[in-house]
């Protein structure tokens, strides 16, 4: 393991990176004598909390951790190479700490990341590196506007969903919707699916039929995924059963609901207020 020049160093890190799976690893408290982060971050439509964050030196400068997961990303510190890795879906940004070095999907950038007070930021035009985002700055009003895929609109149903049935699933892409799930993504204009891990039957999927889709073809396949769960389920984890026996799939103007998981009500609730605004 890479050993640290200095204690306060180590603390310093510990406190800018400490997430779930380092639970041994004690943060830095923040004190409230340093100056408070004054940048104005949006991101997606939304005013990020920035209470408690230090100042950082420039106001282009956003704290990086914070904005990956109000995208529903993630944060972890790999502490053996002192690094850390900050998760967008399919992008990755990695800060290499020796030298505060920027990689986005492993790619140097040409420009660093600052740590101040256990907080590490970077440039917001490192963000415009990875696909589909997009970025405004206003030096003068101290703000920033962050647009990233996640503001789509069938995504953010699909979070919406997970959020009000406490669910946790990885997001999975068509080809893999395909071929392990075996539901004909090739019938949908647009999907959004999120799968469990092996523990859970949680799943939601929302999408828009393609043209002379074959709805039928699509709902049979989810039905024989049901039905795959509930067998699974029916031995083993079976406080789950309940979840996959009131799993609804729920089909409006041309729009999909694959729903397994708690609060199926409310599920179907947001999916036909969404459909509605459709128009």
């Known amino acids: 393991m890479k050993k640290f020049g200095t ?14 799976a380092l ?10 004598k340093v100056d408070g982060y004054t940048t104005a971050i949006t991101l997606n439509g939304e005013k990020l909390d920035t209470t408690g964050i230090p100042a950082a030196s420039r106001t282009d400068l956003v704290p990086l951790r914070l904005v990956a997961e109000a995208d529903h990303g993630s944060a972890y510190w790999d502490q ?19 030298a505060n070095t920027i990689l986005v999907n492993d790619v140097a950038v040409n420009t660093t990341a600052e740590v101040h007070a256990g907080v590490t930021y970077v440039p917001v035009s490192v963000l415009e590196g990875m696909e589909g985002f997009a970025v405004t700055s206003d030096t003068e009003t101290g703000s920033v506007t962050i647009t990233t895929p996640n ?3 069938m995504v953010k149903l699909a979070y919406a969903i997970m959020e009000s049935s406490a ?4 997001r999975t892409d068509v080809t893999t919707l395909t071929d392990a799930y075996k539901i004909p993504a090739d ?4 999907v959004v699916a999120f799968f469990p891990m092996i523990t859970s039957p949680d799943t939601v999927i929302v999408g828009k039929l393609a043209e002379g889709a074959d709805e039928k073809a699509v709902t049979d396949a989810l039905e ?9 389920f029916s031995w083993y984890l079976s406080q789950h059963l309940p979840k996959v026996q009131d799993a609804r799939t729920v089909v409006e ?18 999916f036909h207020t969404y459909v509605e605004a459709q128009g």
């Open 7 to 20: 204690a306060a160093l180590a603390l310093t890190l510990a406190g800018a990176l400490a997430v779930p």
């Open 23 to 32: 639970a041994a690893e004690t943060p830095v408290l923040i004190s409230a």
């Open 80 to 98: 053996e190479n002192n690094e850390s890795w900050f998760n967008f879906g399919k992008d990755k940004i990695t800060v290499q700490f020796e």
């Open 151 to 153: 503001n789509d609109p």
């Open 167 to 170: 669910m946790f699933g990885n």
């Open 187 to 190: 019938q949908f204009e647009q």
């Open 224 to 232: 024989a995924y049901r039905q795959s769960q509930e067998d699974t």
């Open 253 to 270: 103007n041309g729009y999909l609901l694959f729903f397994i998981g708690e609060n199926a009500d409310q599920a179907e609730e947001l």
